[in-house]
């Protein structure tokens, strides 16, 4: 499927942009028709697109070509309907191009891709990262998107992605979810101007005002509850800031618990006791949540009326 025309006249892409977690059934494998349910749940929550094969998505547990698999399915099932972000992340400059080659055929708006490092000591030096990207971008035509995670141990400076961004056409978009995220936000869109299409916010919205105050366009969050999400974002760039503000003020309890107590795991529970996957399994050695865990987010979900609580329902 080639990228459509209308993924072309929505750039810059705006907006909420959550990750959509990879679903399994609860022997562990890929459960397609899951799958395809939570990206119509996430698109009737106002998804403005949907990121796949994100850190969220687990893909640090799936085959190759488990990752195949998933990426048609969503792709074919979304059919144009909003942008879809693949991440496409990998040491090898070669695997991650082609990865991304691939992603661009089947019908991706867009990549997003980490530095290369590998466990917990395993870098390249700048240099390295320059001629990484120099082949990534080479490969592609569709937009780049860095994503700057302490995961990848790897320290980015704003000076070297305003450079990547000045140097290379399709690297516009980075999404910033280290601390202090706002000012780095900040710092960025100084020094890239307007080679910076798209300074997103990727701190999982427990920074979101600050990360909007500083200019960020777009927000990648989790998948559990991009309707809320939404209540924060469109007041904002509506020039409602007070609205906003109260709106991220109601849902932070829930932003919060989700990312210091439940990590990825959080929107397939949601999912599932809202009806829309049977299952919340990740796949071992994850665990599942402790249920008194499971409750708290649930509780906290319900008391803002999540639409995944009810959407499969």
Same mark, same amino acid.
């Given at each position: ?14 907006? =909420? $942009?959550?990750?959509?977690?990879? *679903?399994?059934?609860?022997?562990? #494998?890929?459960? @397609? ?18 990121c796949i094969l994100a850190n969220f998505s687990e893909q640090f547990v799936l085959t190759d070509a ?6 048609? !399915?969503?792709? #074919? ?5 909003? /942008?879809?972000? =693949?991440?496409?992340?990998? +040491? ?6 082609a990865r991304s080659k691939q992603a661009e055929a089947a019908g991706a708006a867009m990549v997003m ?6 466990? !917990? ?11 990484? +990207?120099?082949v990534l971008s080479g490969a592609i035509d569709i937009p780049i998107m860095i994503q700057d995670a ?6 980015? &400076? =704003?000076?070297?992605?305003?450079? @990547?961004?000045?140097? $290379?056409?399709?690297?516009?978009? +980075? ?30 919205? *427990? ?30 760039? !509506? ?7 109260? !709106? ?6 829930? *932003? ?8 990825? *795991?959080?929107?397939? =529970? ?8 049977? &299952?919340?399994?990740?796949?071992? /050695?994850?665990? /599942? ?8 987010? @649930? ?7 999540? @639409? ?6």
């Amino acid at each position: 499927m080639p990228v459509t025309p209308q993924h072309k006249s929505q750039r810059p892409y705006r907006g =909420v $942009f959550p990750v959509a977690p990879t *679903i399994f059934d609860e022997r562990g #494998e890929l459960d @397609l028709e899951g799958q395809r349910r939570c990206i119509d749940f996430m698109i009737d929550a106002g998804s403005h697109g949907i990121c796949i094969l994100a850190n969220f998505s687990e893909q640090f547990v799936l085959t190759d070509a488990e990752r195949e698999a998933v990426m048609h !399915a969503v792709l #074919e099932h979304v059919a144009g309907r909003v /942008p879809v972000i =693949v991440t496409t992340t990998h +040491f090898s400059s070669a695997v991650c191009a082609a990865r991304s080659k691939q992603a661009e055929a089947a019908g991706a708006a867009m990549v997003m891709v980490m530095p290369p490092y590998h466990g !917990a000591t395993f870098r390249v030096p700048e240099k390295g990262i320059v001629e990484f +990207f120099k082949v990534l971008s080479g490969a592609i035509d569709i937009p780049i998107m860095i994503q700057d995670a302490p995961v990848a141990g790897t320290p980015l &400076s =704003v000076e070297l992605l305003a450079r @990547l961004a000045r140097e $290379f056409a399709n690297i516009r978009y +980075f999404k910033i979810e280290v601390a202090g995220a706002a000012a780095k936000l900040r710092s960025l869109i100084e020094a890239g101007g307007g080679d910076i299409e798209g300074p997103w916010d990727g701190e999982e919205a *427990i920074t979101l005002l600050a990360d909007l105050d500083a200019g960020a366009t777009g927000a990648m969050t989790g998948g559990g509850y991009p309707d809320g999400i939404r209540q924060i974002i469109d007041p904002y760039f !509506a020039g409602k800031r007070e609205e906003a503000k109260a !709106a991220y003020e109601r849902w932070l309890p829930l *932003i919060n618990y989700e990312n210091r107590q439940c990590g990825l *795991i959080a929107c397939k =529970v949601m999912m599932q006791a809202g009806g829309i996957i049977k &299952s919340d399994a990740v796949r071992h /050695p994850l665990q /599942p949540l402790h249920p008194a865990t499971r409750a708290g987010l @649930l509780e906290l979900a319900k008391e803002r009326d999540a @639409l995944a609580l009810r959407w499969g329902k």
